[in-house]
């Protein structure tokens, strides 16, 4: 094994180094004309017939559901495959094409859907197109009319009964035919597949979990909100066990591109350009619909107060935990590392082994135990010094607890490559400082240190990266919190990461696309910071060699 | 910080002499050693003495179990809980990912370090760009997508194993190619060159020569993707819900949601249990870790 170290100790062979592009290399030309083996080409009828039959399984639901481009894409990447490696050109592409695929589909093309979502207002209320808005406005505004016909209701789900999207199940009393209903309709079921009680309530379908009455009321909030369309208005739930068919009070007129409540005889006009139904008093309707509003997430990031002053706030700490993450552990790790490294010292093997214990820890698991250690009542830090500090409730000491955890968590790791990095600088170096009459100290700040760093460089720039969106570490023991009387949305430990989960997420509602701007804003600041520090480090070495 | 050798001890020094001696140049070396791994080992003492506590709440936990020994959490924890299957899935997941993953980027890094192509270098540096663009944050987007996904072919699709391990795959290509680009690198251009003059193929000079060397590297990179994929918990939280389908992380975070203080001993015994896998390798790959970190650190 190699450990060469690179930098000013060592120098390359210039003949080498890999060759600049373009330059012909005889060894190619000889590669083309090697033999083909038996497993190689029985290894390769056995992948492509693999490509083969997953492209044929992949094929039938997209026919099915007639997602013609799909199928296009699909049929266009196999044969590019099949192409690729039944050709004896492209031999560098022969290898970059398997992981490239993967990372396109799952990281390339997502990230440029978030991208594209930062030009919209998607979120909460503007989740879908402007038709499915107008089936939302007029199905939600259903009230029960004298006379309405009653069903027996059950609450079921095809998933899991605490989060899996709901289902009515529905009997006529007129005909005793069930149906199946969500917000996409009705559907009958075949009574074979059901079981209906006494009173006409559906207690078991098949395909279907029914829920019990104490699964049913921990989503009552979830069930009263749910709206079946049907032919003659919608279906809606009163109580847990029977559901009435209303009519529609407001209704859309594509005449005047407005909806108008036959009640009140109040009128909300279409704003194409924020996506929603607006009064003449300027009241909107809450359900509206996507748009592109350009640049408006992007500037709304920086001027609106509400979200500009956490962003920069933020942004600091965000700064500061990266920074003091990275440089922390490095300092204690390369502390305990130069400690260890010496010919004398015996045990070093049993350190070590003990020492790296908490890297191999689960560490989403060891961050709950660091929360549940700095607890103000029962936690261990408080018991065991004595104190009585409510380290999660105070900006300072939360931000103190949570660099001390990442302390913790990250400092083996930085000790492990400080060890193998000191194991590779030659003895030589050393010796001849000390010979020189310098102290230990100055050889260590002139020799040992500069050495280092150009090992670990590159190293602490990922490990900078990382930790600057580390959410885990933020959302498993603080959440982001302490936060402030008046703003419920940024704590004083929130990272950038961490707040805009909440922008997307949160309990304030969705708002995906300030959330998206605001992942673009994050990209660019570490990768400005990242390119920066890789152009220092390229200075010394040949890190794109 | 005497890193260098010294000449060595006269004789004739006294004991005394000696003794201080080596306290200045050895003594403090194991003061810092013990200190660190008191550090180290303090909080994993806490999860041990809560997992051995059969009281089993966070109040009646300290360094040392206040109320007795006994496994009762181990047994709570395979009978409450659907621990068995979050184990299996979470081995089964992040094993098949890392295998996988390392398999993919040592391609990857194997054509990097020795061919030269149009569009290599630029090919290097936007993965380095797309890895600083975290996948969770996309999170919305890939949530949309699995929506359908999980319509059309619900083998791979929400609360399965497989559209998990195709999402990590997504990930596989970045800072495991650029460390392993490294150590491909350091390897003598010469050793395939001469291969290659006596009629080996690309897919020989890989398999038959390049793999073999590498396989430091490729330890080390299967370990630290294996140690990410365990630990990932915002994404795997978001795509499974079903409580047989959770991973570790998914369905221990469950446990110390609600009743944290309740559930502590149970929680810590799981904590010990998912360690198991991950020490037991980690002490295996030991050597090749710290030499395979460093090389892979060289080069970037």
């Known amino acids: 094994m190699s450990t060469k170290l690179s930098g000013p100790g060592s120098t390359r062979t210039p003949g080498r180094g890999p060759a600049g592009p373009g330059l012909p290399r005889t060894a190619r030309t000889a590669r083309h004309h090697a033999p083909i083996t038996a497993t190689g080409l029985a290894v390769k009828v056995v992948l492509l017939g693999l490509v083969a039959g997953i492209a044929l399984w992949a094929a039938f639901p997209l026919v099915e559901a007639e997602k013609w481009v799909g199928l296009a894409l699909l049929a266009a990447t196999t044969a590019g495959l099949f192409y690729l490696y039944l050709t004896p050109r492209h031999i560098p592409a022969k290898y970059l094409v398997p992981g490239t695929l993967f990372l396109i589909a799952f990281q390339v093309f997502p990230v440029l859907y978030t991208a594209s979502t930062a030009f919209t207002n998607f979120g909460d209320g503007h989740r879908g197109s402007k038709d499915e808005a107008i089936v939302a406005i007029q199905s939600s505004s259903v009230q029960q009319v004298p006379g309405s016909t009653e069903y027996a209701l059950s609450v079921a789900t095809a998933g899991d009964p605490a989060t899996g999207a709901l289902v009515f199940l529905v009997t006529d009393p007129a005909t005793g035919v069930v149906s199946a209903g969500d917000a996409d309709g009705l559907r009958r079921l075949d009574p074979a597949d059901v079981t209906v009680g006494s009173g006409g309530k559906v207690t078991a379908a098949d395909g279907y979990t029914v829920l019990n009455f104490g699964q049913a009321s921990a989503r009552s909030q979830e069930i009263t909100d749910l709206v079946v369309p049907t032919t003659g208005g919608a279906l809606r739930s009163s109580g847990l066990s029977r559901a009435y068919e209303g009519r529609a009070i407001r209704a859309y007129d594509a005449g005047c591109d407005c909806v108008t409540d036959s009640e009140s005889g109040k009128r909300w006009t279409a704003d194409e350009k924020t996506g929603s139904f607006v009064a003449a008093d300027g009241e909107r309707l809450a359900q509206g619909w996507q748009v592109n509003v350009g640049l408006e997430n992007f500037s709304r990031v920086l001027t609106d107060p509400n979200i500009s002053g956490p962003f920069f706030g933020t942004l600091l700490w965000n700064f500061a935990f990266a920074i003091g993450s990275t440089g922390f552990t490095f300092l204690l790790g390369m502390a305990i590392a130069l400690a260890l490294h010496s010919p004398r010292m015996r045990g070093t093997n049993l350190y070590r082994v003990l020492l790296i214990l908490p890297y191999a820890m689960p560490s989403f698991a060891m961050l709950l135990v660091w929360r549940d250690m700095f607890n103000t009542d029962f936690g261990l830090v408080n018991n065991l010094f004595g104190l009585g500090v409510d380290w999660f409730g105070e900006a300072w000491s939360a931000r103190a607890a949570v660099l001390l955890v990442q302390l913790w968590l990250g400092y083996p790791y930085m000790f492990l490559v400080a060890t193998g990095a000191l194991q590779a600088i030659p003895k030589e170096l050393t010796e001849a400082t000390s010979v020189d009459g310098a102290s230990p100290w100055q050889s260590f700040r002139a020799v040992t240190l500069p050495l280092l760093l150009v090992a670990l460089s590159p190293l602490l720039i990922a490990s900078f990266a990382y930790n600057f969106n580390n959410i885990n570490a933020i959302w498993l023991t603080t959440e982001g919190g302490p936060f402030p009387a008046d703003n419920p949305r940024n704590g004083a430990t929130d990272l950038l990461i961490t707040y805009t989960y909440r922008l997307a997420f949160g309990a304030q509602g969705a708002e995906f696309g300030t959330a998206a701007a605001v992942s673009i804003f994050i990209f660019a600041i570490v990768a400005t910071v990242s390119a920066i520090s890789f152009r220092n480090t390229r200075k010394q070495e040949e890190v794109y060699s | ?300």
Not at chain 2, 95 to 106: C, E, K, M, P, Y
Not at chain 2, 148 to 158: E, M, N, Q, S
Not at chain 2, 260 to 266: A, K, L, S, T
């Open chain 2, 1 to 300: 910080m005497t890193t260098y050798a010294h000449p060595p001890a006269v004789d004739r020094a006294a004991a005394g002499r000696r003794r201080s001696r080596w306290l200045a140049q050895v003594g403090w070396r194991h003061v810092v050693g013990v200190l660190a791994v008191a550090f180290s080992l303090f909080p994993i003492l806490f999860v041990l003495s809560a997992a051995l506590n059969p009281l089993g709440t966070l109040s009646s936990t300290s360094l040392v179990p206040t109320g007795g020994v006994s496994g009762e959490n181990f047994a709570d924890l395979f009978a409450d809980t659907a621990f068995g299957h979050w184990f299996v899935n979470s081995l089964l997941i992040a094993g098949l990912a890392s295998l996988v993953s390392i398999f993919l980027s040592s391609l990857a890094a194997y054509a990097f370090s020795r061919m030269r192509f149009a569009g290599r270098r630029v090919g290097l540096l936007t993965l380095l760009l797309i890895q600083m663009f975290p996948q969770f944050l996309a999170i919305v987007a890939i949530f949309l997508i699995f929506t359908t996904v999980t319509d059309l072919w619900p083998a791979i699709g929400f609360n399965t194993p497989w559209g998990l391990f195709l999402l990590y795959m997504g990930g596989a290509l970045g800072v495991n190619t650029w460390l392993m680009k490294g150590f491909f690198d350091t390897l003598p251009r010469e050793l395939d060159e001469s291969a290659t003059m006596d009629g080996a193929s690309h897919a020989q000079v890989f398999f038959r020569i390049m793999l073999p060397l590498v396989a430091p590297i490729l330890a080390v990179t299967a370990l630290l993707s294996f140690i990410g994929t365990i630990n990932e918990f915002m994404i795997a939280n978001v795509f499974l819900t079903d409580t047989e389908s959770k991973t570790l992380a998914v369905g221990m975070f469950g446990l110390v949601a609600g009743e944290r203080n309740n559930n502590f001993g149970m929680f810590a015994a799981g904590t010990l249990l998912t360690a198991v896998p991950t020490v037991l390798v980690f002490q295996l790959l030991q050597r090749y870790i710290v030499s395979g970190l460093t090389a892979g650190a060289v080069k970037g």
